[in-house]
C-alpha cells in the first residue's frame, strides 16, 4: 500500500478561508485545470507523517511550510493510495515557488526524455473553488478543514 502525506497551509482572509494548493506540473496536466491541482504532498515510507508533509511542502514549493500547531485531517483512499493531511495555518508567498522536478519519456514512446516540475505554480483559493480544483479524491481535507475552523 501507497502512502502520502501532506500539508494544507490555510490563512484567514476578509472573504473567508483561503488555502494553498499547488498545479501539477508535467505534460498530462498543462492544459487541465479543474481537479488538476494538489496539496503539496508525497510518499514515504519510514518516517512520521508530519515529518514527510512538511518535507514534501518544502520539495514541491521550494521553500519550509511556515511553523505552527497542526491539525490533522485524517485520511483518505483514492486510486490505491492512502493520503494522510494536515493543517497549518501560516502565509506563503505563492508566487515564488521553485519545485523539485521529475523525468519522464516525452513525447510518448518517442525514446527522449525531458525533466518538468513536479508543480508548475501555487495558488490561494477560498474552499470552494479550492475543493473544484483540487483532484477529487483530496476534496474531503478541505471539508474536514472547514468543520474544524466553523
Do not use: C
Request: hydrophobic share 40%; aromatic share 10%; net charge negative.
Amino acid at each position: 500500500m501507497v502512502t502520502s502525506a501532506g500539508l494544507v497551509l490555510y490563512r484567514h482572509r476578509s472573504g473567508g478561508v483561503q488555502v494553498l494548493i499547488a498545479h501539477m506540473g508535467g505534460p498530462f496536466w498543462a492544459k487541465k485545470d479543474d481537479h488538476a491541482w494538489s496539496i503539496p504532498k508525497g510518499e514515504y515510507t519510514s518516517e512520521e507523517p508530519l515529518s514527510a508533509a512538511e518535507r514534501e511542502f518544502a520539495e514541491e514549493l521550494g521553500s519550509p511550510a511556515p511553523a505552527g500547531p497542526v491539525l490533522p485531517l485524517g485520511s483518505v483512499r483514492t486510486s490505491g493510495k492512502t493520503v494522510i493531511a494536515f493543517a497549518r495555518e501560516g502565509d506563503f508567498d505563492a508566487s515564488s515557488i521553485v519545485s523539485n522536478t521529475f523525468t519522464m519519456q516525452w513525447p510518448p514512446r518517442s525514446g527522449r526524455t525531458a525533466e518538468f516540475p513536479e508543480v508548475d505554480r501555487a495558488e490561494w483559493f477560498d474552499l470552494t473553488t479550492a475543493t473544484q480544483k483540487l483532484v477529487k479524491g483530496q476534496a474531503p481535507f478541505l471539508v474536514r478543514l472547514g468543520q474544524a475552523l466553523a
